[in-house]
């Protein structure tokens, strides 16, 4: 059971339910983007003191608890801990309505994300094929595979994302696979150059992308190596 039908078979809509800057009112649950937490704790709080249509009646006040519950009850411990953390300096955290909880675990989630791409793009700048056992292709390439999945969470990828990747693998000791490589970085060169200047995630949208992008640069890597290995070159 997702959140949209707990919120709909408890009967509490009314907390996902909030005015925009224009005076239109959104669900949270769809247009979350659309609204900070701090701009969800000022709505709330207006709700609590208001007079007339806008204030919470006694039946939407008993809820607010179980609101906060519904919410939380959707969580694993350690991600509650890592939320409380973020947000218990709010003096009224344990209050807040499951709207605001909400958005408090999207806000906690998208900052641990971009923790690991950012990571993750280290990583890769690092990575490094002669600091491997044996100048393993496939494992430097697997773990290039595994960070490139981790930064595919963020907007888009540096345009240069597959020359990059293919860069750590010119110099091995194998002078047929560097010319492979070379090969394949000339191509792929060259669909990368066409979106410099442009939106980075349109490079996903070139015809080539299929043959020049980075899972796929990384799939053939893994297969002339296996390729290479078999013939003990």
């Known amino acids: 059971m997702n959140l949209k039908q707990a919120v709909n078979e408890f009967g509490q809509q009314s907390f996902y339910a909030i005015a925009n800057a ?3 009112v959104q669900d949270i649950l769809e247009d979350h983007h659309s609204f900070t937490v701090a701009e969800m704790i000022v709505s709330f709080e207006a709700c609590l003191i208001a007079t007339g249509g806008e204030k919470f009646d006694d039946y939407e006040l008993d809820e607010i608890p179980l609101s906060h519950l519904l919410v939380e009850s959707m969580m694993t ?29 999207l806000d906690t989630c998208n ?8 990571g993750a793009v ?6 490094s094929l002669a600091e491997l056992p044996g100048e393993s292709v496939t ?18 990828l540096p345009t240069k994302t597959g020359s990059h990747i293919l860069g750590k693998f010119t110099k091995t000791s194998s002078e047929f696979s560097n010319c492979r490589v ?4 000339a191509m792929t060169k060259k669909m990368e150059t066409k979106y410099k200047l ?24 893994k297969q002339e190596h296996s390729d290479l290995v078999t013939d003990n070159n």
């Open 111 to 118: 900052a641990s994300v971009a923790h690991e791409i950012d």
């Open 77 to 105: 411990d350690p991600f509650r801990t890592k939320i409380r953390t973020r947000f218990s300096h709010h003096n009224s955290f344990d209050d807040f309505p499951g709207s605001i909880y909400f958005l408090m675990a």
């Open 198 to 221: 442009r939106d980075p995630k349109d490079v996903t949208k070139d015809t080539d992308y299929h043959l020049y992008g980075p899972l796929a640069l990384i799939a053939t890597l």
């Open 22 to 24: 224009s005076g239109k």
């Open 182 to 185: 070379f090969e394949l970085l």
């Open 122 to 127: 280290k990583l890769l700048d690092t990575l």
């Open 139 to 156: 494992e430097c390439a697997t773990e290039a595979q595994r960070l490139f999945k981790i930064m595919k969470y963020g907007y888009a």
